[in-house]
């Protein structure tokens, strides 16, 4: 995702939780996530742009709500995950 900052400088912004695809998966809108846990509307919308992160005592929150684990709520897609290359345990 692409962000400007009050410069119009872009900015790279990594979001590394899975909150929009987790909600998706348990067909809640926004609204209906922040309600349940809540929080208004745009701060889920922040998090799912990577702009804001949740509190802490959201996460388990999130977490009940979307009926994932911490894992989950943190992995990586797959298809943004780290290809081979470098060295761990298995190539050494």
């Known amino acids: 995702m692409i962000a400007y900052n009050s410069y119009n400088l872009k900015l790279e912004v990594h979001n590394s939780m899975n909150i929009k695809?987790?909600?998706?998966?348990?067909?809640?809108?926004?609204?209906?996530?922040?309600?349940?846990?809540?929080?208004?509307?745009?701060?889920?919308?922040?998090?799912?742009?990577?702009?804001?992160?949740?509190?802490?005592?959201?996460?388990?929150?999130?977490?009940?709500?979307?009926?994932?684990?911490?894992d989950n709520l943190f992995s990586q897609p797959e298809a943004n995950k780290p290809t081979g290359g470098g060295m761990n345990s298995d190539n050494a």
């Open 21 to 70: 695809e987790l909600r998706k998966q348990g067909k809640l809108s926004q609204k209906e996530l922040a309600s349940r846990i809540g929080v208004h509307q745009t701060a889920v919308s922040q998090w799912e742009t990577g702009f804001a992160n949740p509190a802490t005592k959201r996460i388990t929150q999130l977490c009940k709500v979307l009926k994932c684990t911490l």
